[in-house]
């Protein structure tokens, strides 16, 4: 008999027969040999951050006494205060035996929507892995709607040469505190693709607003590093980079991650963007091996700036949402 509870321990080592079964592991498409082990670690570690989070809600599936599926979500409640809206997100969800178990799968996704009913959550999302067709499947039969679909680019520092931007009125150099009203202008008129502003239901202003809160954050170290392009001493543009420092410690090959990028509308044509790449790649190089970078896929001119400095895509995610009421 199927069984869906509250995960009472957080200790991750009773999901680990779950979790080592489970198919798509981040960085998956980098160990592609039979000796994950080192990965498995990686994603042990990872996820039981994830459920021991204060903030997390972890709801396991049980038969016959064994633990076959999880589901991990929170409310999300930066984007409720910048939105105006009460948003949750689905941060895990898995299941073992995988094909046999999507009556699993729904029954986790259906708790959760039960929850967030009673706590008079509007707006819940989940990001799956491309790959997964049946959960996409099962999400669509929830009345979650696609809003976004993630393409995923890496760069391999150790076997690419990184050629220098020659061009030289622009400058690019880190952030400085006098550059903060001049990235939040940017920051709030250059994200269109993303999921909130292409929801009908969600005010495009305040998805901008939220763009702007965004770099001041990464400008106060949610980022490792802000690098600001100018032109002609103005402020053109930024990109705010991360080292993912768990990989640094579990895997052999280290990664950093592209996280913002943006330039002034005024502008844009003029070869920043790739000054701004071509300096964040450089930043990198030495700290990690390997640079990740996603894009909406109708961003078509970021789509074709990663193509052209090198790097090349290894996976996409589907971004789907479901509102209440």
Known sequence: MLRIMQLESSHVRILEPLLLEYEYKPYRHYF??????????????KVGSLISDERAENLVATRNGKIIGLISWAES???????????????????????PNAS???????????????????????????????????LENAEFQLQDVIVNFSFNLGASRISPFRHSPIVV???????????????????IYDRFHSDPRINKERASQLHAAWISNACRGLADVVLVAKLNKKVVGFVSCKIDKLTKKYLPVNFGTIDLIAVDKDVRGEGIGEALLRKAMDWFSGKVDMIEVGTQVRNYPALRLYQKLG???????????????
Request: one cysteine or more; aromatic letters at 12%.
């Open 32 to 45: 592609t040999g039979s000796d994950r082990s080192q990965l498995n670690r990686y994603f042990l570690k």
């Open 77 to 99: 409640l930066w984007d409720s205060r910048q939105l105006r809206i009460k948003m949750a997100r689905v941060n895990q969800l898995m299941v073992q035996e995988y094909i």
């Open 173 to 191: 150099n880190p952030y400085r505190t006098k550059d903060l009203s001049s990235l939040r202008e940017i920051a709030g008129t250059s994200f």
């Open 311 to 325: 790097f090349r895509i290894v996976s996409a995610n589907f971004s789907l949402r479901k509102w209440f009421g």
């Open 104 to 138: 699993v799968i729904k029954e986790l996704l259906f708790a959760v929507i039960e929850k967030c009913k009673v706590r008079n959550i509007k707006y819940l999302f989940h990001r799956l892995d491309a790959d997964d067709l049946l959960t996409l499947e099962i």
